[in-house]
């Protein structure tokens, strides 16, 4: 099998329907094809064999779809790269997994090209005209290169918070009837329109939103990145039915100070992911927007979906649903035994969508693969129905005391403040207690609120000691490039 076949089939079932589109310019199914064709004659033209990784440094342009399938069609491993990275990041990715060649965005080349050039790594500049040129000098490969099932396709590298970021080879059985499952989850067909606004080299843009609109013959409109005000303009612009983004997406599009006067009658579905979603957030953007929010969850190393709020099930608001069609999960404790109904322990994942290691790391796979199952380091709890509910991650958790806070929760009060547009809890460092709480915030524009406030606000809700003890008002929150609050970046007040 070979995961390019979800685009050759849709091609030949569907060759004239718009497959990807960015504003004014768009690909057909049997035209993406084509060009698919000619990178991976380009590629075996050049000495690209099945099995050598090519990096893709391309941001959510349809060129990215064209040369993620002209690699996996060549039998080679696609490594995704934040467009973001700098040039002794791109040098690691690339001496790490071996890279034979690299396709750059033009926009990107100054760092990227100096860490390619250093490893005798090939360079591929991505534009509009050369890069066009390039191909159709290319005999484009026309037989698709069949590879095992177990086979790597795509290797996803984690953000390495923890430590040195790893690749997560993931094959093309995992992508594939993770792709499927996706499709079925969200009810994709033809008709679909998907707005792309996650970033493609990310799992859940990946293949929630590329490789599932493709395999259901969908169109995906892509954003390169993303503003509220671009993303309502194209909900209403290209009829969009299906939205997938990070909570802080949602905040975003709820909290634009001109949403109502886009028309987005046609949104039907959106799924969120890659962090907790607020209940109130949920409630809010359900209201405004009259329609569905489905929550799930997954990571790089699970393909990425591992469970999900089903639509045709009751869905709980706060959970992360129940698993996905072959997957199973477990919250077990530290012995790695399940703990009871309503107990907090660590999710586990065994199934279909499991990756196969981390590349040239067997010790770490060992360490996070443990008899079949897969240790996410997420904290969660289960209810009698056998609805997942995640608590926190294993990292953010403060002890306080000898107690155990869970931001999440204090989290879920804040943002039930009508002034809270977003907010983030972490521990700090206390000479006497280990950690005490923090929450940094951002308020809603032409809303107003003190520290002070905010403070009582949650004091009167939580127990003792679980109330943000310092809590500051910062205009934005660090985000990351899926648009992910990142905790570690940010300094409470004093610190530098």
């Known amino acids: 099998m070979n995961l390019a076949e979800i685009l050759s089939d849709a091609a030949a079932r569907a060759g004239e329907r718009v497959a990807i589109k960015l504003d004014d310019f768009e690909l057909n199914y049997a035209l993406l094809d084509q060009v698919a064709m000619r990178v991976a004659g380009l590629l075996r033209g050049r000495g690209v064999n099945p099995g050598d990784r090519v990096a893709l440094i391309v941001p959510n342009v349809p060129q990215f779809a064209a040369i993620y399938y002209g690699i996996l069609r060549a039998g080679a491993v696609v490594v995704p790269l934040n467009v973001l990275n700098r040039r002794r990041e791109v040098h690691f990715f690339l001496q790490d997994c071996g890279a034979k060649a690299v396709f750059i965005w033009k926009d990107f080349l100054a760092e990227a090209q100096p860490a390619a050039e250093e490893l005798g790594c090939e360079c591929l500049t991505v534009d509009l005209e050369q890069f066009t ?119 975003a599009m709820l909290n634009a100070p001109d949403r109502e006067r886009y028309d987005t009658s046609t949104l039907k579905l959106c799924a969120s992911g890659g962090a907790a979603l607020p209940v109130e957030l949920m409630r809010g953007f359900e209201r405004a927007f009259h329609c569905k929010i489905l929550e799930g969850y997954g990571l790089s190393e699970t393909s990425p979906v591992a469970s999900f709020n089903h639509p045709d099930r009751e869905r709980k608001p706060g959970s992360i649903g129940t698993p996905i069609r072959g997957v199973e999960m477990r919250v077990v404790d530290v012995n790695d035994q399940e703990v009871p109904v309503g107990e907090v322990g660590e999710i586990v994942i065994r199934g279909h969508n499991v990756m196969k290691g981390y590349w040239g790391r067997p010790e770490a796979t060992a360490a996070a693969i443990r008899d079949g199952w897969f240790h996410s380091g997420d904290l969660a709890r289960v209810d009698a129905d056998g609805y997942f509910f995640i608590v926190d991650r294993k990292k953010d958790m403060i002890i306080r005391n000898g107690f155990n806070v869970y931001p999440r929760e204090i989290e879920e009060v804040l943002y039930a403040h009508p002034a809270v547009r977003e907010a983030a809890v972490i521990g700090l460092p206390h000479p006497e207690y280990g950690e005490e709480v923090g929450a940094a915030v951002a308020l809603k524009a032409g809303h107003q609120a003190t520290p002070q406030e905010l403070q009582e606000f949650v004091r009167g809700q939580v127990a003792a000691y679980k109330y943000p003890r310092s809590v500051w008002i910062v205009e934005e929150l660090p985000k990351g490039p899926t648009g992910k609050i990142l905790k570690r970046e940010i300094q409470p007040p004093g610190v530098s």
């Open 133 to 251: 040129q390039t191909l159709m000098a290319a005999e484009p490969l026309e037989q698709m290169t069949q590879c095992d099932a177990q086979d790597t396709a795509v290797m996803l590298y984690t953000s390495g918070t923890t430590g040195t970021p790893k690749g997560a080879e993931l094959t093309h059985a995992n992508l594939h009837t993770n792709c499927v499952a996706s499709a079925e989850l969200f009810a994709l067909a033809q008709e679909a329109v998907v707005l792309g606004a996650l970033p493609l080299f990310h799992a859940f843009g990946q293949t929630c939103a590329l490789n599932t609109c493709m395999y259901a013959g969908g169109m995906l409109t892509l954003i390169p990145r993303f503003d509220a005000g671009k993303a309502l303009e194209i909900i209403q612009r290209d009829r969009v039915s299906v939205f997938e983004g990070v909570p802080s997406m949602y905040g």
